[in-house]
């Protein structure tokens, strides 16, 4: 159930924090943990960021919001 309510989002700006997308991210419904990915070596953003929800309908919600089909995963 951990990874249905997790969404992964790319394209960040390279500041971006983890609040800055709690934050953003919270219109959807409670955020549990937000990880930004970063490199092992410099400790810099790669652009990239796991969000994970309370619930399962809030991390559809953002899928439904990008128009992401689960069917073609596009």
Do not use: M, W
Request: overall charge neutral; aromatic content about 10%; charged content about 25%.
């Amino acid at each position: 159930e951990e990874l249905e309510r997790t969404v992964f989002v790319r394209n960040l700006l390279f500041e971006t924090s983890a609040n800055e997308l709690r934050k953003r991210f919270s219109d959807f419904g409670a955020v549990e943990h937000c990880a930004i990915v970063k490199d092992p070596a410099s400790g810099r953003s790669r652009g990239s960021a796991f969000v994970r929800f309370a619930s399962i309908s809030s991390a559809a919600a953002v899928l439904a919001h990008v128009g992401y089909n689960a069917q073609t995963g596009e």
